[in-house]
């Protein structure tokens, strides 16, 4: 079974950019206009990057131009009304006066699923033409209650050619609005013939739920919020095996679950359990493997474990990885990757200040712990009330900026000849 983990290392960029871009739509919401990011080291502090933001009047960035050493970068953001970045032009300059139009990426989302990309194109200006550098898009059909029935990964077709399939296809049936099969195939390609052909690689049957909306990407992460599955029958072609998979709901907080897949084939039991620690967040996500036999006590053979901690207001403190370290001793594990957050906090603008980042370095020495070193420092500062503040970005500004195209649905920009649903510079759909 295929769970993936609820938390990942994010990079530092992404670790600033994400609260930024998802702010409180608060008159009195206090905004960092200016950030700099310091590489830490054992003989000082090194300025690796000072960034500048703007913002809407919801508090979104809508201009990030940062600076390092014989390098910028100035991006531009454009937001739909849910919040979702639709479109992003990126201008850069290597050790010059001015910046060029580097990229641009046209983004579009599902209609239910509002943070779902289903479309993103992205060009680059390469010798002064735009050439087509990504293309991603998921198709989703949907029956007359809106539940999905089928998904489908595709590179967009271009001058009016069909769309082409990437790797794989997901079906659902359903009662009501809730799935009772599932099936994912991927792509293959014939060694022979040379033509791509559907596998099937998992099959879900006798689903039960104990609660759902229709909405359902994957079963495999389906252990909550608004869907929630009970138990089912998995087919997993990679591994050839049959297993029950059976969820249990509650305990302390009530969005603790414990997974159990007994695999009778392997003489496997697996068990994926998710227990939060605390108000703010902060929770414990084990894997653990058991070997079983008939009439014997179940035996552990190994965990993997991943902790998260938040602090009162929301922001990461702790993250860790740790596996078994000895398979004589399978309970025992050790850190494996980590990250740790010490925050500044200032009382006027609610808000942290200054954040330290440290990294855990793993000792390979037998009976030698690692350690957590500091590796970046970031300050924030030139802080403004949200709606009454702007930056004057060297080069860029948002109004020196070109004014973004309308674009087709397939994120071609639009033309005066363009005709059928045309996408506004301010996110709305129009019919030409």
Not at 2 to 29: E, M, N, R
Not at 183 to 197: G, I, K, L, S
Not at 208 to 226: A, I, M, R, Y
Not at 387 to 406: K, W
Request: some cysteine; proline content about 4%.
């Amino acid at each position: 079974m295929k769970i993936s983990h609820l938390t990942h290392i994010l990079t530092l960029f992404t670790f600033l950019l994400a609260p930024l871009s998802s702010l409180a739509q608060s008159a009195d919401k206090w905004l960092p206009q200016r950030e700099k990011e310091y590489l830490v080291r054992k003989s000082g502090s090194l300025l690796d990057m000072d960034t500048r933001y703007e913002y809407d009047s919801k508090g979104h960035v809508i201009l990030r131009y940062a600076k390092t050493e014989g390098c910028e970068d100035s991006i531009r953001y454009c937001y739909d009304e849910w919040g979702q970045n639709i479109y992003e032009a990126d201008y850069r300059g290597y050790q010059s006066d001015s910046l060029i139009f580097y990229t641009y990426d046209n983004r579009a989302y599902d209609p239910i699923i509002h943070d779902l990309c289903v479309l993103r194109k992205g060009y680059q200006n390469v010798d002064k033409e735009w050439t087509v550098y990504k293309a991603e898009k998921i198709i989703i059909t949907r029956d007359d209650n809106n539940n999905i029935l089928r998904i489908g990964d595709y590179t967009p077709g271009e001058d009016g050619q069909p769309d082409i399939p990437i790797s794989y296809v997901k079906n659902f049936t359903y009662e009501g609005n809730r799935p009772l099969t599932y099936t994912r195939e991927t792509y293959n390609m014939d060694p022979v013939t040379e033509e791509a052909y559907l596998k099937l690689e998992e099959k879900w049957t006798d689903m039960k739920w104990e609660s759902c909306s229709g909405q359902v990407l994957d079963p495999n992460e389906c252990f909550h919020g608004t869907n929630r599955l009970k138990s089912a029958t998995v087919y997993d072609d990679y591994s050839g095996y049959t297993y029950a998979l059976n969820v249990t709901y509650g305990g302390a907080h009530p969005d603790d679950y414990v997974a159990t897949m007994d695999i009778p084939g392997a003489n496997l039991r697996k068990v994926h359990s998710l227990t939060f620690t605390d108000a703010n967040g902060s929770f414990i996500e084990e894997f653990r493997t058991y070997r079983t036999a008939e009439g014997k006590a179940d035996q552990l053979s190994s965990i993997e474990r991943v902790t998260e901690e938040y602090d009162s207001h929301g922001n990461k403190v702790l993250f860790e990885r740790a596996l078994t370290s000895d398979p004589e001793h399978p309970e025992t594990v050790s850190v494996r990757q980590g990250n740790k957050y010490e925050y500044t906090y200032n009382a006027t603008y609610d808000d942290w200040t200054i954040c330290v980042e440290y990294i855990f370095n793993q000792s390979y020495d037998p009976g030698v712990d690692g350690e957590y070193e500091a590796y970046a420092r970031i300050e924030r500062s030139e802080w403004g009330l949200l709606g009454t503040i702007g930056i004057q970005a060297p080069h860029t500004t948002a109004a020196s900026l070109p004014s973004r195209p309308c674009y087709d649905l397939t994120g071609r920009p639009a033309t005066a000849r363009s005709r059928g649903i045309i996408i506004t510079p301010a996110g709305k759909k129009v019919l030409r």
